[in-house]
């Protein structure tokens, strides 16, 4: 006997024009109703050109009228203008008194991000730029130990806080605000109201640069505080091989998808030079430039694998600063003028 479900497996054999998915599948299929031998279906579409319904309808003609039951079909279809296109953050709620606010992101852990972070802020210091660094990493924080801050940020007359500097660097952290080695258990949207507070109740301004150093990973927490705040752009930070990689592209999906603008890619420990001057390629190297022209991103840069790089953070005192002249600054360096030309 005819009924919806019938009806709807029909329906399901209709493909969207352009794509491998059906009509139900897409959620175009508002209503369906089924009288005796009478069927009649509505559907709902976003956007599509007069061709595309002219297909859709076409093909659910044909799909209902070739089940042996159906006398009488109606099909109604109504289009509705395409949703605006989502306003890029950097066009919305500007920080007053920054230039530029740049997330750092890495999609998963142990690729060197906030390495690559402080030693970003500090190259930027270096070339005569106003930078602040916010650590977004509530459950791990690790900007303290590597700019060598322990001090808690003290409050202005305004009522905001005051972000204490090093190394000409404005920071705010959560390792800021909480005893060495206490953990911070929270759920999600107290986490949320930290980070907002960081943007909007600390005193930054001015500043040409601030950083963003996102926690590893790309799930609703990355997704909120992209959202949270007013991005210019992103930058990824991976490792050569594929295993680092395939998570990158999780990063990159998540910027995509909230129509944050991606400024490039940063291939860190790319390679290592050892003492008798050989250099040894030990996470293979490369992948960050293929990823990057596979995806057709602009490449900012490598990142040596140098134990300088470890102990200058160990010691609070990144390479940038403590070895201004070493090959590990200079890559750091040539990333911040990658990344200033690129941000114009």
Known sequence: MLNQEIVTQALKSVKYPGYSRDIVSFGIVKSIAVNAGAVSVSLQLTGGSSEVTAQIKAGVEKALRALPQVEQLHVEIASSPPAAAPTPWSQQNKLPGI?????VASGKGGVGKSTVSVNLACALRHLGAQVGLLDCDIYGPSIPLMMGVREKPTVSSAEKLVPPARHGVKLMSMGFLIEDDAPVIWR????????????????????DYLLVDLPPGTGDAQLSLCQTVPLDGGVI???????????VRKGIAMFEKVNVPILGIVENMSYFVAPNGERLEIFGHGGGRAEAQRRNLPFLGEIPLLTEIRVSGDAGVPVVVSQPEGEAAAAFIALARALREKLG
């Not at 930070?237 to 998570?247: H, I, M, N, R």
């Open 237 to 247: 930070v991976t490792t050569p091989q594929e295993a680092s990689l395939g998570v």
């Open 99 to 103: 230039h530029r606010v740049v997330a």
């Open 188 to 207: 999600g949207p107290m986490i949320m109201k930290a980070i907002q507070q960081f943007i909007t109740d600390v005193e930054w301004a001015p500043l």
